[in-house]
């Protein structure tokens, strides 16, 4: 089984921001992947289903970003899934719009989310698939610039990096991360 999350805070006030990717990319997986995100429990809306022969769950937590571990460890301790077998989804504003980059563990780098999913999950050791958004232009406060939408040059290399970033989810359904790693970094 398989993990997929995506960061992001719930609600219309927050859909379209850089800081919701995570949920964009969600989005995406489960349009591409046909899983329904029709369940709501553990804190978040979820769905499952098959891919490649992998039983797979795509999770957005509905806890608001900074809480997000307390969605994604009880689901995973109720199905059973291990560390390794989840992947985290967020923005990152250390990457240029467009990019993705894929790694197995690391610090929180300041991101509220991962240091939530850290202190819950136990260990900063888990596979997580970062979604470039860029930094502030021109002293932009950077809670102003992560939460708001993106600018017109900005759509069309973030649609193309939600994009790889499902195609390595799905790849992961097959490959190991690592392997996954080597093949979209």
């Known amino acids: 089984m398989k993990l997929v999350v995506g960061l992001g805070n719930p609600g ?5 921001t850089r800081h919701n990717v995570g949920f964009d990319c969600i989005d995406y997986c489960a349009e591409e992947m046909q899983i329904e995100l029709s369940q709501t429990k553990f804190k978040g809306l979820y769905g499952q289903g098959m891919v490649n022969g992998e039983k797979v769950f795509l999770l957005k937590p509905l806890t608001y970003m900074n809480l997000s571990g307390e969605s994604v460890r009880p689901l995973a301790d109720y199905f059973n899934i291990g560390i390794k077998d989840i992947v985290v989804i967020y923005d990152d504003m250390d990457l240029p719009v467009g990019k993705i980059r894929l790694r197995q563990k690391g610090s929180a780098g300041g991101h509220n989310g991962i240091k939530s999913l850290i202190q819950h999950l136990g260990t900063a050791e888990f596979n997580r698939i970062r979604i470039g958004i860029d930094r ?31 195609k390595a989810v799905r790849a992961w359904t097959s490959k190991s991360f690592l392997e996954v790693m080597n093949e979209f970094n």
Do not use: M
């Open 136 to 166: 502030p232009q021109n002293g932009e406060p950077i809670v102003n610039y992560v939460l708001g939408t993106y600018h017109p040059d900005q759509r069309g290399p973030v649609k193309d990096s939600i994009t790889q970033a499902a």
């Open 12 to 16: 219309q006030k927050y859909a379209g």
